[in-house]
């Protein structure tokens, strides 16, 4: 099974920057994606940054577009997005999601919180 080590949230004030990443393992396939979700305290999961095992190829939300990078590193293992201009509106539980396209199935790494005070 793949597993998933989230790591490298914290707090920052507004306008800092933030690198969470992810470790994945378990797999020897490209046909994924893996990426970011976030959960802010009352709302619903949304979806954040994914990249594309199979041709490196990247979705941002609008929310979060020219301020987050998503990246691989050259082994493909872990996953991270760097997050500049942080927004209050950016406090949430970062999920890091790897999604296998074969078969549809979704794994989950825990949480890692991200704080943004103003």
């Known amino acids: 099974d793949v597993q998933l080590q989230a790591f490298g949230g914290g707090s920052v004030q507004a306008g800092g920057s933030l690198r969470p990443s992810c470790a994945a393992s378990?797999?020897?396939?490209?046909?994924?994606?893996i990426g970011w979700f976030r959960q802010a305290p009352g709302k619903e999961r949304e979806g954040v940054s994914c990249?594309?095992?199979?041709?490196?190829?990247?979705y941002y939300a609008d929310s979060v577009k020219g301020r987050f990078t998503i990246s691989t590193d050259n082994a493909k293992n872990t996953v991270s997005l760097q997050m500049n201009s942080l927004k209050p509106e950016d406090t949430a539980v970062y999920f890091c999601?790897?999604?296998?396209?074969?078969?549809?199935?979704?794994?989950w790494g825990q949480g890692t919180l991200v704080t943004v005070s103003s």
């Open positions: 999601n790897f999604f296998d396209m074969s078969t549809g199935l979704d794994y």
């Open positions: 378990g797999f020897t396939f490209d046909d994924y994606a």
């Open positions: 990249i594309s095992g199979s041709d490196g190829s990247t």
